[in-house]
């Protein structure tokens, strides 16, 4: 999509030779801007993927011991009373079983990892945003 530039004004020839370069350079400038919007949109549902897995993982072993906690309350109806409505009896306190306590561990730690890679991508950014804020500054 190359214009002629060839044309019987010289300033017109150079003006429209310059705009043509223009052109190239804001788009190789469109790619790469590009290629980064990706780059941070694919790092950012990595980790937005990796919070919410974690998420379910904590949710679903946390809601299995919930569950058997609330089983161990029992409701009783008094049955001379009736006005009274039902008293809970509280049973034994459970301890949590070795499975969950090593569950609870492992998603600990899944979720202290991926906050540290959540960080390490965070400051990364904000890095490059300050060097991309650097050089516009420069070139002005």
Known sequence: MYMNLETD?????????????HRELLEEEMKTITEKSEKVITNALIIGSALALTYFLVTSLSGTANRSKSKSKKIKLVASNEDAGPVEEAGPPEEP?????????????????????????LVEFLQSQAVKKDNTHERS
């Open 97 to 121: 079983g070795i499975v969950s306590q090593i569950g609870t561990v492992l998603v600990a730690q899944a979720t202290g990892f991926l906050l540290s890679i959540a960080r390490e991508k």
């Open 9 to 21: 004004n010289p300033e017109k020839g150079q003006l429209l030779q310059r705009s043509a370069q």
